[in-house]
């Protein structure tokens, strides 16, 4: 119907996501799907059975029905089809509603349109980019000889801002040639050093075993849709500012990132780490919507944040060092906020930062590791619910904590368990105050503080 009305080229959407098993449950943004698509939670993903088979039988079988169609119709092309309006007529359709409806604007074309001479452009061969920045790597002789060997190579390079995707068909070559993890499980990297201002995509699908340094500056979309290997940005040689002070990176950064790491000693722009399912993440600021639809990984940022952060994000941690007095108010309602508080994060903190002073020789970071023990105390911790009840978000997990509570006497309307309580959590009015320990365990309540703090925890 849509070729005969004139289209082209088609679009498949969730049509396809249905091939793979998708049952339309439409809680994609709560990290909850029922059949393991949409999720980062280990026991979902277990249930995805989807294959890429599925879909491609489905377009087979797809195919063969227009075949169908059109020789019905009497036509072999699909591009015979496009535009044969004569091919259908308006429905009689005896609603009131439906009466003034005209669709003869479509139906009868205008002669100008019937020369189909513009779908032979379609078969033309495509132009090219010319010369592209990455392929003094794959064409190297001594980077062919480290892929076949399973060796280190080492290249230093200058890049300019028209250099775009930078790395992305070194990484094609090293899978092409080991998959996706082969170089780094054997042990050798793939060293690239750039200088200069980078264009678009800087470090786009990075892959394990590949690490990229840049001297300078990038612009948007770096790290997108990286798998693993390793990013470090620093300002240029002569520049004497401050770096947390000053934009280093551009927007989007990070865009559905699955693995690796990306250290940039200087700000970020907006919707840095917009969809990151698995990179650990280190800059010095960020703008707008920071960890926008965020599922996994870890995000710190060493300086302010824009408005509306954590937008959307059902998964992983963020470690903002914001001091003003409105970060809460820049912090979406999909997260909460707290200050760090356990052993576990305040060591992933303190390591994250040590590796990104290692990476990009920032003398900010420096400072802030010096004077750790100074500082934490002003790091606020984002956390979406799927990361509640964990070793780096809550500090009675797996630990038993004594209280001192000021009481003496229940009160007698408290003495019946079942006119007094409530889901297992006692009603109680304190008429002294004398210290002493109790021990109680809660069974759940619909009182969603005592859910968050204490649900399924002994507390002495």
């Known amino acids: 119907m849509a070729a005969i009305l004139g289209a082209n080229e088609f679009g498949f959407g969730s049509i396809a996501m249905i091939a ?43 195919a063969q029905e227009v075949r ?20 259908l007529k308006q ?13 003869s604007v479509l139906l009868n074309h205008a002669e100008q349109f019937r020369d189909q001479e513009w779908l032979q452009r379609r078969s033309q061969v495509a132009h090219s980019n010319g010369p592209v920045l990455d ?48 170089l780094a499980e054997k042990g050798a990297v793939v060293d690239l050093a750039y200088e200069g201002s ?77 969809r990151n ?21 870890r995000v710190v940022v060493l ?38 508080e356990t052993d576990a994060a305040k060591e992933e903190l303190k390591e994250m930062i040590a590796e990104f002073t290692t990476s990009t020789g920032s003398r900010f970071a420096q400072m802030l590791l010096d004077n750790f023990d100074v500082y934490l105390p002003q790091f606020w911790q984002i956390v979406p619910p799927s990361e509640d009840n964990s070793p780096f978000t809550d500090r009675y997990y797996g630990k038993s904590a004594t209280i001192d509570v000021p009481i003496a006497e229940v009160s007698p309307r408290a003495a019946s368990p079942s006119a007094s309580s409530r889901s297992g959590v006692a009603v109680m009015e304190l008429q002294a105050s004398t210290q002493f320990q109790v021990q109680t365990t809660t069974t759940g309540s619909s009182d969603s503080r005592l859910d968050q703090n204490y649900w399924g925890k002994t507390v002495n």
């Open 135 to 182: 392929d003094e790597v794959v064409k190297d002789p001594d980077f062919k000889v480290a892929l076949e060997d399973c060796t280190s190579y080492i290249k230093a390079m200058k890049v300019r801002n028209e250099d775009r995707a930078v790395g992305a068909r070194i990484a094609g070559a090293i899978a092409r040639v080991h998959g996706d993890k082969g």
């Open 20 to 62: 793979e098993g998708c049952v339309m449950a439409r809680v994609c943004h709560l990290n909850s799907c029922p059949v393991g698509i949409a999720t980062q939670k280990e026991e979902l993903r277990k249930r995805f059975s989807g294959t890429p088979e599925n879909v491609v039988d489905f377009f087979f079988y797809l």
């Open 277 to 297: 399912s698995g990179c650990r993440v280190v800059v010095e600021g960020a703008g707008d919507h920071c960890c926008e639809y965020m599922t996994g990984g």
């Open 303 to 340: 300086g302010g944040v824009g408005r509306n952060c954590g937008a959307g994000m059902t998964g992983g941690l963020a470690y903002v060092l914001d001091a003003a007095p409105d970060f809460a108010q820049r912090v979406n309602s999909d997260v909460r906020i707290q200050r760090v």
């Open 91 to 103: 429905k009689d359709v005896e609603l009131v509603k439906a009466s003034d409806v005209n669709l």
């Open 198 to 274: 980078a264009g678009q995509s800087f470090g786009a699908f990075c892959i394990p075993g590949l690490h990229i340094g840049l001297e300078g500056q990038a612009n948007d979309y770096v790290g997108k849709s990286m798998c693993g290997g390793a990013i470090a940005i620093r300002p240029a040689s002569e520049f004497q500012g401050e770096s947390n002070h000053n934009v280093i990176i551009g927007n989007t950064c990070l865009y559905g990132a699955t693995g690796g790491q990306m250290f940039a000693a200087g700000r970020a722009g907006e919707r840095l780490a917009v």
């Open 68 to 87: 169908e169609t059109m020789a019905h119709l009497g036509y072999t092309k699909i591009d015979d089809l496009i535009g044969q309006t004569q091919l």
